[in-house]
């Protein structure tokens, strides 16, 4: 009978252990170039109203990994072809992937814009780098196809971004 209680403790401290262990190893969901860029072609044309008359059209967009970085580059061409001011050109975004468990989803945070083209576009960097980090704020990229993925990571906190083998590699820790 003794025996028997010192395995069932055994198998129970085991058990324990393994759970923590699982815990606390985390979760790492990988996305590829080629997903990205399909997820993000889908969200575009965006358009942004910026001012009277002034409608900024976004498009084209071009997904952009930079091994071992922690942020996903998004290059795109921006123009207003209606009313007085008229430009053309393109722009290059950067942003943190964060996670947003009730909306599953990937969304660019923290977006800086890293390059602008032709250069008279430069007068208008604010202005262009408000509309496009907010509307891209606000457009879910990607989220995990799995469903059991997915209802893991509701309780989950992303821990860390990089990009290795052109892939982001965005591990959570599991709570």
């Given at each position: 009978?003794?025996?028997?209680?010192l395995?069932?403790?055994?198998?129970?401290?085991?058990?324990?252990?393994?759970?923590s262990?699982?815990?606390?190893?985390?979760?790492?969901?990988?996305?590829?170039?080629?997903?990205?860029?399909?997820?993000?072609?889908s969200?575009?044309?965006?358009?942004?109203?910026?001012?009277?008359?002034?409608?900024?059209?976004?498009?084209?967009?071009?997904?952009?990994?930079?091994?071992?970085?922690?942020?996903?580059?998004?290059?795109?061409?921006?123009?207003n072809?209606?009313?007085?001011?008229?430009?053309?050109?393109?722009?290059?975004?950067?942003?943190?992937?964060?996670?947003?468990?009730?909306?599953?989803?990937?969304?660019?945070?923290?977006?800086?814009?890293?390059?602008?083209?032709?250069?008279?576009?430069?007068?208008?960097?604010?202005?262009?780098?408000?509309?496009?980090?907010?509307?891209?704020?606000?457009?879910?990229?990607k989220?995990?196809?799995?469903?059991?993925?997915?209802?893991?990571?509701?309780?989950?906190?992303?821990?860390?971004?990089?990009?290795?083998?052109?892939?982001?590699?965005?591990?959570?820790?599991?709570?």
């Amino acid at each position: 009978m003794r025996k028997v209680l010192l395995v069932l403790l055994c198998l129970l401290i085991a058990a324990g252990l393994a759970f923590s262990i699982l815990r606390t190893s985390g979760l790492t969901i990988t996305l590829t170039q080629e997903g990205l860029q399909k997820q993000v072609e889908s969200k575009f044309p965006l358009q942004r109203s910026i001012g009277p008359g002034v409608q900024l059209t976004l498009e084209n967009p071009q997904v952009q990994l930079k091994e071992g970085s922690d942020r996903i580059g998004i290059s795109m061409d921006v123009s207003n072809q209606q009313g007085p001011v008229r430009l053309q050109g393109a722009v290059t975004i950067s942003g943190a992937l964060h996670y947003d468990a009730s909306a599953r989803a990937f969304f660019l945070q923290q977006a800086s814009l890293d390059e602008i083209s032709p250069r008279p576009l430069e007068k208008l960097r604010p202005i262009l780098s408000a509309a496009v980090s907010e509307k891209l704020k606000s457009t879910p990229l990607k989220g995990p196809e799995n469903e059991s993925v997915t209802r893991r990571l509701i309780n989950a906190s992303l821990d860390s971004v990089v990009v290795k083998d052109g892939k982001v590699q965005a591990t959570f820790k599991l709570k």
